[in-house]
């Protein structure tokens, strides 16, 4: 079946240290997108890519790196240079089908834990 | 500026019927959507509306009056698994700009 497989779903981090996330679809979908999500509160959007080798910074980008070498992939690094990085992160793709769902289709997220 | 606004909690009974309100100033529309999402996972799809009007999907059903930059999303016959969080989001597509902007969700509480 097709989705968004993110991993790992579970992640602790110690103060210092880069990580990085992983997201793969294998939708076909040309936007990827990363959203952090802290306790309630709604999905702010770090970064999106809308073609291979190209993405733009979103709303929360500072500490934050990506890359789009392929169109399957776009992981997230999470550096030492963000502050707050414990959160609830979910990647979703997007797509435009008029006989179905329309929107994003999200990955089941990976919850980071700053220890 | 951006701005999407929801109720932060509700609460109703189960069999009930309730309305999740949403209003929204954004620079740019291209259809509001509800998603669902229960604590812990990802949000799923509800609903998507581009036009005025209401959208029905058996028990959930959104309206949208574009002029008022107004949605809510209806809810009938409540179960005690729609306890989660629904998000509100506008599209906004075009150039460089292809993304989605979500209010901070509603909190809907189903007691028995």
Sequence with gaps: ?115 | GQNIDQPTEMTATEGAIVQINCTYQTSGFNGLFWYQQHAGEAPTFLSYNVLDGLEEKGRFSSFLSRSKGYSYLLLKELQMKDSASYLCAVGNYGGATNKLIFGTGTLLAVQP
Excluded at chain 1, 14 to 20: H, M, R
């Design chain 1, 1 to 115: 079946d097709g989705g968004i497989t993110q991993s790992p779903k579970y992640l602790f981090r110690k103060e210092g240290q880069n990580v990085t996330l992983s997201c793969e679809q294998n939708l076909n979908h040309d936007a990827m997108y990363w959203y952090r999500q802290d306790p309630g509160q709604g999905l702010r959007l770090i970064y999106y890519s809308q073609i291979v080798n190209d993405f733009q910074k979103g709303d929360i980008a500072e500490g934050y790196s990506v890359s789009r070498e392929k169109k399957e992939s776009f992981p997230l690094t999470v550096t030492s240079a963000q502050k707050n990085p414990t959160a609830f992160y979910l990647c979703a793709s997007f797509s435009w089908d008029p006989k179905g769902n329309y929107g994003y289709t999200f990955g089941s997220g990976t919850r980071l834990t700053v220890v």
